[in-house]
């Protein structure tokens, strides 16, 4: 798959597997947040991380475009040239992004992301792993209130991720996949209520204990 670069507002441009490879090779670590929607928790990383790069992937563009446009401006403007965000999915990663990242960060998935992670399908496994290099972090946090506030109805089937289910289905998952997870565990209020994300925010108001799942583990040798 070919890489795209979001670069503001409908506006996206293809990016050469060299340009890549330059842009990654200025910084002495890289984070990759999948499933970035609107960019804001990228956004947040490449802020707190100066000296990181930060890739956001998504396999739709347009949700990027603000921040994309915003990343671009100066820095006393919020402009953040260590950020950089594409167009593009796990299940059909570009080989440019494999093994580029020193932490893997999966934060309240939605749609084909999150159906792949819960049913543990090897595609979706495969990519994430795919992203980093061994030794790097990788982590994931699900949202859990879907499964007991107006569940929508493509979920209506999907398995309620627990920690137990997570043992028995996603960490073997993951395992083949080459990263071995620790053991799965519901965020404390202030955790969940912490994540820098639109999708926290929202799913947080009004609840004294939003149910948010984290696995985290570590990528073996690929």
């Known amino acids: ?14 990016m050469e597997p060299g340009e890549l490879a330059a842009v990654r090779d200025a910084y002495r670590s890289c984070a990759v947040d999948v499933g970035t929607g609107d ?13 990181w790069l ?5 396999a739709l563009d347009e949700p990027m475009g603000d921040t994309a446009h915003r990343a671009a401006r100066k820095p006393a403007r919020g402009g953040r040239a260590n950020l950089l965000l594409l167009h593009a999915s796990v299940e059909e990663l570009p080989a440019p992004l494999e093994c580029i990242a020193d932490e893997v960060d999966v934060l309240l998935p939605w749609g084909k992301l999150l159906e792949g992670i819960v049913r543990a399908r090897p595609d979706v496994l495969s990519g994430i792993a795919a992203l980093a290099r061994a030794g790097a972090r990788v982590q994931v946090t699900l949202n859990g209130e879907i499964w007991f506030d107006s569940t929508p109805a493509r979920y209506e089937d999907l398995p309620v991720p627990t920690p137990d289910y997570v043992a028995d289905t996603i960490a073997p998952g993951f395992a083949r996949a080459g990263v ?3 053991p799965a565990r519901y ?5 969940a209520k912490a994540l820098p994300t639109t999708w926290a925010r929202r799913l947080g108001h009004g609840r004294q204990h939003p149910r948010f799942l984290y696995l985290g583990g570590v990528r073996r040798d690929p």
């Open 1 to 14: 798959m070919r890489l795209t670069r979001v670069v503001g507002k409908s506006r996206t441009a293809p």
């Open 39 to 51: 960019a804001h928790f990228a956004y947040h990383l490449a802020s707190q991380r100066p000296d």
């Open 54 to 58: 930060v890739i956001g992937i998504d």
């Open 180 to 182: 071995t997870l620790e």
């Open 187 to 191: 965020l404390s209020a202030e955790e």
